[in-house]
T-cell receptor, first 110, second 116 residues
């Protein structure tokens, strides 16, 4: 089946630093999404990407849909303590359910 | 309610027992999904409903797992003869358009199942 590889698995950064994480797939997707999950909560959608090459921003977050349709990255600028959590990429091919990566755990040191 | 509601939030049971987990989706959302999340992993797809019918149940691990959505709204995930390996957080999500749509799923907080 489809597998998504997220990297890094975890990262520790200083408050104010920029963060970059990415996701690669062995197969193509039509849609890429990035979710954030806080402890004890369900994942919350951050950014959705629908077109190869698309670059989309949501506040301090920027994500891109790779032109090969097999990868995506998420950048967070000027990190703050509330950015702590687990970030999941998810891909979707038409008429199939979302496939999730294993997540990148972000810790922010004040 | 405003969001996806799941009950119970925590369930502890003994190996071999039967368990039901309930999901109340966002009002008006036609699609409903069940995912399972083990510790340190991302959510794994179990089953997807469009209306009352199961449009895709390819993620159910075996015949001990079953889900229903009789009136196209609330769904119940049923696990028979629970095993320790079933311990996980069971997440429910809903969306307006379904699998052929945008993939913008709205998740509940999950039901944490522990099988002793």
């Amino acid at each position: 089946g489809q597998q998504l590889n997220q990297s890094p698995q975890s990262m520790f950064i200083q408050e104010g630093e920029d963060v970059s994480m990415n996701c690669t797939s062995s197969s193509i997707f039509n849609t890429w999404l990035w979710y954030k999950q806080d402890p004890g909560e369900g994942p919350v959608l951050l950014i959705a990407l629908y077109k190869a090459g698309e670059l989309t921003s949501n506040g301090r977050l920027t994500a891109q849909f790779g032109i090969t349709r097999k990868d995506s990255f998420l950048n967070i600028s000027a990190s703050i303590p509330s950015d702590v959590g687990i970030y999941f990429c998810a891909g979707q091919l038409a008429n199939t359910p979302l496939v999730f990566g294993k997540g990148t755990r972000l810790s922010v040191i004040a | 309610g405003a969001g996806v509601s799941q009950t119970p939030s925590n369930k502890v049971t003994e190996k071999g027992k039967y368990v039901e987990l309930r999901c109340d989706p966002i009002s008006g959302h036609t699609a409903l999904y069940w995912y399972r999340q083990s510790l340190g992993q991302g959510p794994e797809f179990l089953i997807y409903f469009q209306g009352t019918g199961a449009a895709d149940d390819s993620g159910l691990p075996n015949d001990r797992f079953f889900a229903v959505r009789p009136e196209g709204s609330v769904s119940t995930l049923k696990i028979q003869r629970t095993e320790r390996g079933d311990s996980a957080v069971y997440l429910c999500a809903s969306s307006f358009r379904g699998a052929s749509g945008t993939g913008e799923l709205f998740f509940g907080e999950g039901s944490r199942l522990t099988v002793l």
